[in-house]
């Protein structure tokens, strides 16, 4: 079969207790190639096929998979409920075309879980803190301050990240949520299903069967930021002597990072942190700003203060080292790179989230020709700008034009396809 015609079906298992239809099992057990969660595997013990288990490297499941398809095999990957609602589609999409990936739906934990709450999903933020990684308090709290600007927060739990110490995070960020409503729906699905209400505070004193749902219940969402002012003047920054991103660069490098949607952002070479803060500014997005150097990094976390965002984290070093402390982002910024910018642009790529982008603002030939052979070498989506900035001074009595360095811009995309 022509590999275009090829698809890998994503079977999502119904969480109400429905069996499957029989037509969609026998097509389960006689895949080539059966992929998943292990529990979800042994569901199927007819199944003839060659199985792969889905375990903490998520890179390597999918390369076991691509290999399988490159060879023809017709693969079933299972998953729970809704595949698209924190399944494997959104990492399968990092290796395949969506025209390649076929996807049957099922009642989800969540539908399950809202039904017996006889509750809607109207004004709800769903997030999951399912496999997370119980070392990055970073982005926990950034996950969890998405509950305040809605009124019910369906969260997805595992057993590090139960419902206790996911109430404990909440009232840590705010005291006051220890008397909000809340619900632990428990064993979806199954006949041993229990729902049990209660409030965050009580959350922390008890145990919960797994798996589970958390549900909270907030009683006075805040209202949404709207992005504010565009292009902050130089004087809102402290800073050494040229180390900023003046406004009209600032708002153009801005806009190529088409900021809208994105969660997480690394300003890589921060200086005074201009770009990463009134990104956050605009957005309210988690910005990680690195700098290495220690008179900027000061003026760096001061900026930070200021602006008084629990969004804005400096990062102290080379963004070579400290990278894998960090989350992956949605967009990067950098300023320089000096003669490390490849490196750090093919770093920065390589963690960035797929649909995500990468701005370099350059200033040199060498660094502009060296980007431009390289994203131009490497077939990446890129675009690139030269702007250049004339701004008054006195010149006697007078005022003239006096021509600030002009700065080369590339934004480059990373395609969901791009592996």
Known sequence: MAERHRKIKVVGLPCNGYPLPEELTEEI???????????????????????????????????????????????????????????????????FDPGQIEIVSAVSPLQRALAGLREDIEDSVILSFHGRKKTNPDQADSTLEKIFYFSKAIIYTDMKNNPGAIA??????????????????????????????????????????????????????????????????????????????HPEIRAVTLSKLRLSGASVMWDVGAGSGSVGIEANQLYGLKVYLVEKNRERFEDLVRNCRVFGSENLVPVRGDILSVAGRLPDPDRVFTGG???????????????????????????????????????????????????????????????????ENAITIFDVLKNKTVP
């Open 168 to 245: 404990r995070k909440l009232m840590k960020l705010d005291s006051n949520t220890m008397t909000w409503d809340a619900a632990v729906c428990e064993k979806l699905g199954r006949k041993d299903e229990n729902i049990v209400r209660t409030t965050v505070g009580n959350l922390v004193e008890k145990n919960f069967n797994h798996p589970n749902i958390l549900v909270i219940f907030n009683p006075c969402p805040r209202l949404l930021k709207m992005p504010g002012n565009f292009g902050l003047p130089d004087d809102s920054f402290q800073r050494k002597r040229g180390m900023i991103t």
């Open 337 to 403: 790179g000096g003669d490390k910018l490849i490196e750090i642009f093919n770093l920065c790529y390589r963690r960035l989230r797929p649909g995500g982008i990468v701005v370099c603002n350059a200033i040199t030939l060498d660094s502009v020709s060296a980007l431009y052979l390289h994203v131009k070498g490497n077939n990446y989506p890129f675009n690139v700008h030269t702007i250049s900035v004339s701004g008054n001074a006195p010149i006697k009595n007078q005022n003239y034009l006096k021509a």
């Open 29 to 95: 057990n006689s895949a080539d190639v059966l992929a998943g969660g292990r529990k979800n595997i042994e569901l199927f013990p007819e199944a003839s096929g060659k199985k792969i288990s889905l375990t903490s490297s998520i890179d390597s499941f999918l390369q076991r998979i691509r290999s399988e398809y490159e060879r023809q095999r017709k693969i079933v990957v299972l998953a729970t409920g809704d595949p698209m609602l924190f399944g494997p589609v959104k990492n399968l999409l990092k290796v």
